[in-house]
């Protein structure tokens, strides 16, 4: 038994070892006469791309495609992301019903009029160019999909086992489910809502809790490459925004008169604490969007730092000691995988139970 | 600065697909899972209730039991005692028959014992009677021969007669 859990984490720790290793090494496209930027790498990896890019064989680039969803003044244009040929210095250019795209950075461009390439002005930003609305499906959207289709199998199989037992006795998925859910529901909807109000928020609480830890669980996983889902600005933007519309349409007169008309104050205090109060409407959703973005990137960022290294120093000596300390933070990050999710949700709940609670004496 | 700023085709994507999910899971998983936990739990509250309530109608039963034993011990002690009562008044009233059974036997004893006494004396004082007749039939036909032996006779008769 002890022996078998000790061969377990081995090869555990041997395949993440392994993985990272081969994470890492995706990032030796710069030849060798090039001086490998960190900065750039890391950079790379935690914000979105157009292509599921997964490793460099023979210095080219595998990667699954993804399409590419442009709404221009023209309408709707839609081409894979394979038609840029990995080209991401706006030098190669796809016509599409007449229009002609790049893309730079990441970022797709249309040019202008009969432009037959990107002039760029001192600060590398294209002169001649203009952003149409990107729809694309990126490889964060397309990571976010696979997270529902997981999620959803997950939790439809669970939600059917307790169907199909006679004594709602959970089995299978459900048994492992079961106590997260129950633990949303009595440490985070009920103390933080209240026993009689907090039905009503179960199933978001449930659906941030988990579509936030599950990505970002998935952000970890080397072979996803890091798909940082959890750690987009945009991402964590789209579920503060859901908080925060929902705290404001649920709040009671209770709650608005705390903002506009504190009670139980002075007159003079009243006037000086709505400004402030206003501003903590919006602040209290900003900062969920922000602790969740920053603590999930900084891992992101600390672990591709810590592997950089072996690439700063061009050695492979250092590499024991960048994997050990990536191992480390690794592990750290998982157990940070829960807690941010616990935060992100406690707080919403707390919002949300500062929103209705009732006018006490 | 980029990375600040919020991608507007993931925002709309994140905000189509979360939308989707809560939808989603809210009809096919919170709703049967916290459905089937909510039950379970009542289950177990009512179960709970239903075995306080049946240990404190187990009490009453006890109670009653207690009760009853104790009614029909009482109930028994008083039969025992009658029944001790009713026997001693028999033998009482048993000894008192005898008693006066015994008395008057030996009354009509005593009677018939006094009666035959007085047949008795009777008898005898006839004998005597017959007896004196015939000692004095004697005395008279000696007193015809010799009348020294007549007296003589007469006396032994009568020292005779002393006797019985």
């Known amino acids: 038994m002890t022996l078998n859990t000790f061969r377990n984490v081995l090869f555990s720790a041997l395949f993440m070892v392994i993985s990272t290793m081969g994470f890492a090494n995706e990032d030796t496209e710069n030849p060798e006469n090039e001086k490998f930027d960190a900065k750039e790498m890391i950079l790379h990896h935690v914000k979105d791309a157009h292509e599921f890019h997964i490793m460099d064989i023979n210095d080219k680039p595998v990667s699954i495609p993804l399409p590419i969803i442009l709404y221009t003044d023209n309408g709707l244009v839609t081409f894979m992301s394979s038609e840029f040929h990995h080209d991401d210095s706006g030098q190669h250019i796809v016509e599409k019903n007449g229009m002609k795209f790049v893309k730079l950075h990441e970022k797709i461009y249309q040019l202008d009029g009969d432009a037959e390439a990107v002039a760029f002005d001192e600060e590398h930003h294209p002169t001649n160019a203009s952003k149409p609305y990107d729809l694309s499906i990126t490889r964060n959207v397309f990571m976010m999909w696979v997270s529902v289709f997981v999620l959803l199998l997950i939790f439809v199989t669970a939600a059917r086992s307790y169907r199909k037992s006679e004594d709602n006795m959970p089995k299978g998925v459900a048994g492992f489910i079961e106590p997260l859910v129950v633990f949303v ?99 209290k959703p900003i900062s969920l969007m922000i602790r969740l973005f920053a603590n ?12 950089s290294l072996i690439f700063v120093f061009k050695s492979v000596a250092i590499a024991p000691v960048s994997i050990a300390f990536s191992l480390f933070i690794t592990v750290i990050e998982i157990i940070v995988t829960a807690i941010q999710a616990y935060i992100f949700t406690i707080l919403s709940a707390l919002y949300f139970g500062m929103a209705t609670e009732e006018e006490h004496h | ?21 809560l939808f989603i899971l809210r009809k096919f998983a919170w709703k049967p899972i916290l459905g089937a936990v909510e039950e379970r739990e009542d289950g177990i509250k009512s179960a709970l209730a239903s075995a306080e309530s049946a240990r404190k109608e187990m009490q009453n039963l006890k109670a009653d039991n207690e009760r009853i034993l104790n009614e029909a011990r009482a109930e028994r002690e008083a039969m025992l005692k009658d029944a001790r009562d009713i026997k001693a008044k028999m033998i009482a009233d048993a000894k008192d028959e005898a008693q006066s059974q015994a008395n008057k036997m030996i009354e009509q004893a005593q009677t018939a014992i006094e009666s035959e006494k007085k047949a008795a004396m009777a008898e005898l004082r006839n004998q005597v009677a017959s007896l004196s007749i015939d000692i004095a039939e004697k005395v008279v036909r000696q007193e015809l021969s010799n009348k020294d032996k007549q007296l003589q006779l007469v006396e032994s008769m009568l020292s005779d007669a002393k006797l019985n």
């Open chain 1, 185 to 283: 529901r009595d440490e985070i909807a009920k103390p933080m809502i209240g026993e009689h109000r907090y039905k009503k928020y179960m199933p978001y609480l449930l659906t941030i809790f988990f579509f936030i830890w599950i990505n970002n669980i998935f952000g970890l996983i080397p072979i996803f490459n890091g798909a940082n889902v959890s750690g987009n600005i945009a991402f964590t933007f789209t579920l503060a925004l859901f908080t925060f519309i929902i705290t404001t349409l649920v709040g009671n007169k209770n709650y608005w008169k705390h903002i506009f008309w504190m009670p139980g104050v002075p007159v003079p205090m009243k006037i000086f604490l709505m400004p402030i109060e206003i501003i903590g409407m919006f602040v």
């Open chain 2, 1 to 21: 600065m980029e990375l600040v700023t919020p991608g507007f085709g993931l925002v709309v994507w994140t905000i189509i697909t979360f939308l989707f999910l």
């Open chain 1, 296 to 307: 999930i990137t900084a891992g992101h960022v600390i672990i591709l730092a810590l592997m």
